[in-house]
């Protein structure tokens, strides 16, 4: 499991981004991105996702993530990705 920071705002978002490929590499077949501890954040959090999930697929792995705060689903929402940010199986 890929476990995202308290806060992820624009000026963490690229600092997290950097380790992300080998993060989902060292993954096993499916990456889940835990976002249940992500209290301070803005839209970078969903470009944060969308790199987790396009990095995830090029590897050939599922992704989904786990505990999205209601907050970020509604923005996933407005920007119209919400589909691409699938919820976790439990």
Request: glycine share 8%; proline share 7%; with cysteine.
């Amino acid at each position: 499991m890929l476990t995202l920071p308290p806060v992820l705002t624009h000026a963490e978002a690229a600092g997290f981004a950097r380790g992300l490929k080998q993060a989902v590499l060292s993954q096993p077949a499916g990456v889940v991105a835990d976002a249940g501890a992500l209290k301070e954040f803005d839209s970078s959090a969903l470009a944060v996702l969308l790199e987790c999930r396009r990095e995830a697929l090029a590897a050939g792995k599922d992704f989904s993530v786990a505990g999205l705060p209601p907050r970020l689903r509604q923005l996933a929402g407005l920007y119209g990705v919400a589909e691409l940010i699938p919820a976790a199986q439990a």
